[in-house]
């Protein structure tokens, strides 16, 4: 059994707007009875200690969890590099023990169980960031971040750049890869039409 690592802190991104949902907070959907982040939750809760949550909007129904819960230091919506640059900044300010973040969308009920002791395994001092991949196609907001990015990442973000690749470009970058038949496990919510999806994948394969 793989111990947890307590250097190692996972974040929920739920940083956006839903515009496709048409608002609201998707995380909080329901599908067969349970919301979508009752699933990320219970499915990482086994692999780390630490974990706090990325949300821009104040009544957010995410305070009977008892995680710290975060805002996007540059304001904007300047997309989820924002929400690691923010998670960064927690850890450096909180807990600066941490020396890695994972960083996981809040639009995602089928992530792998063993999703963060797959991060665990790739640290290495040679690395600095680590993105998930599902039959070799990359998720970047899917990732492990030193949090030695920080101010390259802060500087990053006031000169303009916004998205994940964009960014890590700049570095060495190593993968986990799943491979999956039936479905994606890195499938992710963005419409009522996919949550109709998303219920009909967990009906066939869990």
Same mark, same amino acid.
């Given at each position: 059994?793989?111990?947890?690592?307590?250097?190692?802190?996972?974040?929920?991104?739920?940083?956006?707007?839903?515009?496709?949902?048409?608002?609201?907070?998707?995380?909080?959907?329901? =599908?067969? $009875? !349970?919301?979508?982040?009752?699933?990320? @939750?219970?499915?990482? /809760?086994?692999?780390? +200690?630490?974990?706090? %949550?990325?949300?821009?909007?104040?009544?957010?129904?995410?305070?009977?969890?008892?995680?710290?819960?975060?805002k996007d230091?540059?304001?904007?919506?300047?997309?989820?590099?924002?929400g690691i640059?923010?998670?960064?900044?927690?850890?450096?300010?909180?807990?600066?023990?941490?020396?890695?973040?994972?960083?996981?969308?809040?639009?995602?009920?089928f992530i792998?169980?063993?999703?963060?002791?797959? =991060?665990? $395994? !790739?640290?290495?001092?040679?690395?600095? @960031?680590?993105?998930? /991949?599902?039959?070799? +196609?990359?998720?970047? %907001?899917?990732?492990?971040?030193?949090?030695?990015?920080?101010?390259?990442?802060?500087?990053?973000?006031?000169?303009?750049?916004?998205?994940?690749?964009?960014?890590?470009?700049?570095?060495?970058?190593?993968?986990?890869?799943?491979?999956?038949?039936?479905?994606?496990?890195?499938?992710?919510?963005?419409?009522?039409?996919?949550?109709?999806?998303?219920?009909?994948?967990?009906?066939?394969?869990?």
């Amino acid at each position: 059994m793989i111990e947890i690592d307590r250097k190692i802190l996972a974040i929920i991104m739920i940083g956006g707007q839903s515009k496709r949902m048409g608002g609201g907070i998707k995380s909080l959907l329901e =599908f067969n $009875n !349970k919301n979508i982040f009752d699933r990320i @939750i219970e499915r990482i /809760k086994p692999q780390i +200690k630490n974990i706090i %949550i990325n949300c821009n909007i104040e009544k957010n129904g995410f305070t009977k969890y008892k995680l710290p819960i975060i805002k996007d230091i540059k304001e904007g919506y300047l997309g989820p590099l924002a929400g690691i640059h923010s998670a960064m900044k927690w850890v450096i300010h909180n807990a600066p023990e941490i020396e890695w973040i994972i960083t996981l969308p809040g639009d995602t009920p089928f992530i792998p169980k063993d999703l963060i002791f797959q =991060f665990q $395994n !790739k640290i290495s001092s040679n690395l600095k @960031i680590i993105l998930a /991949k599902s039959n070799k +196609k990359v998720h970047p %907001i899917i990732g492990a971040w030193h949090t030695s990015l920080f101010i390259d990442l802060d500087r990053q973000l006031d000169l303009g750049t916004r998205k994940i690749l964009d960014w890590t470009d700049n570095y060495t970058i190593d993968f986990i890869n799943y491979n999956y038949q039936k479905y994606d496990p890195f499938f992710n919510i963005n419409t009522k039409q996919d949550l109709e999806k998303a219920t009909l994948i967990e009906r066939n394969f869990f």
